[in-house]
């Protein structure tokens, strides 16, 4: 019964690529002309986002709002990008495309949205933070896998919301994490779905292979130290959020990087502190 439901589930995840609100190649092609190593132009830039007026509109709106308290008023998207730099811009796009896949769909009762984000840009910021102390990876490509991380929860609470409800249940039962609870309770667990959206939506390894082992980086086969890095940021959100001193995974991680765990802790909590979140939060609900 299970297997059959959750075989369904994932022949339809294909499928989310239509309820984006403009076109997922956009993604693609927009990461490429971003990275670090791109030869691509502002007017490149412009010229993708310009071929969904909607997009450009909302970005346009973004970056002259509150949240980003620019001095001039930002009339193109190529002025967008050359103020904000092209890491914002391709996290805007990103984000945007994920609010827009809830604007589609009614998420159960218990899905807090607003923690949701919250937690994803947490984990986006630390990742991005720690990247720059262990020198491995690039920063912004790290934020915005963090930012994509758990995008797996907010699809299963789309597309299954009596599933993902039986899985919380489940959780406080077995007084678990959530990702045990969903591997006992299908087989699978969020981090596999987020994946799999991920690719399908054609975005590359450095992102979607982070995304599918965040949760046991040890058996990544590729992007481990990406994996281990997010699998860092998250568990350290998770023990403030919870209140605990540290975790036994918290120092394992920091120990695989030698890091001193005092240190990330305060980093860690800087971060939970810090205005930015409120401002992000500002600009998706």
């Given at each position: 019964m299970y297997q059959e439901r959750v075989q369904k589930f994932l022949k339809e995840l294909p499928t989310l690529r239509e309820d984006l609100p403009f076109s997922p190649t956009l993604f693609k092609t927009l990461f490429e002309q971003t990275g670090g190593d791109s030869m691509s132009s502002l007017e490149d830039i412009a010229e993708t986002m310009s071929l969904d007026q909607g997009l450009t509109t909302r970005v346009l709106s973004l970056a002259n709002s509150a949240y980003y308290g620019l001095q001039a008023e930002v009339s193109s998207v190529k002025?967008?990008?050359?103020?904000?730099?092209?890491?914002?811009?391709?996290?805007?796009?990103?984000?945007?495309?994920?609010?827009?896949?809830?604007?589609?769909?009614?998420?159960?009762?218990?899905?807090?949205?607003?923690?949701?984000?919250?937690?994803?840009?947490?984990?986006?910021?630390?990742?991005?933070?720690?990247?720059?102390?262990?020198?491995?990876?690039?920063?912004?490509t790290l934020f915005t896998a963090g930012l994509l991380h758990d995008i797996g929860k907010l699809v299963m609470a789309m597309r299954r919301p009596d599933d993902w409800e039986a899985i919380q249940e489940l959780r406080e039962d077995r007084e678990c994490s959530e990702s045990e609870a969903e591997d006992?309770?299908?087989?699978?667990?969020?981090?596999?779905?987020?994946?799999?959206?991920?690719?399908?939506?054609?975005?590359?390894?450095?992102?979607?292979?982070?995304?599918?082992?965040?949760?046991?980086?040890?058996?990544?086969?590729?992007?481990?130290?990406?994996?281990?890095?997010?699998?860092?940021?998250?568990?350290?959100?998770?023990?403030?959020?919870?209140?605990?001193e540290c975790s036994e995974e918290v120092i394992d991680a920091c120990g695989e990087f030698r890091l001193d765990v005092e240190e990330i802790m305060e980093l860690a909590q800087e971060t939970v502190e810090s205005d930015d979140v409120e401002h992000f939060l500002s600009m998706l609900i």
């Open positions: 002025r967008a990008a050359a103020v904000l730099g092209l890491s914002e811009i391709r996290n805007i796009v990103l984000s945007l495309g994920v609010k827009g896949l809830t604007e589609k769909y009614s998420l159960p009762e218990g899905f807090d949205y607003a923690s949701y984000w919250r937690h994803q840009y947490l984990v986006a910021s630390l990742s991005a933070q720690i990247c720059r102390e262990v020198g491995e990876g690039v920063p912004a006992e309770y299908w087989g699978l667990d969020h981090a596999v779905v987020g994946s799999l959206v991920l690719k399908y939506w054609d975005l590359p390894s450095e992102l979607v292979e982070p995304v599918n082992w965040h949760h046991v980086p040890a058996l990544a086969p590729e992007q481990q130290s990406a994996a281990s890095i997010i699998c860092l940021a998250n568990a350290l959100v998770h023990c403030l959020d919870e209140s605990e």
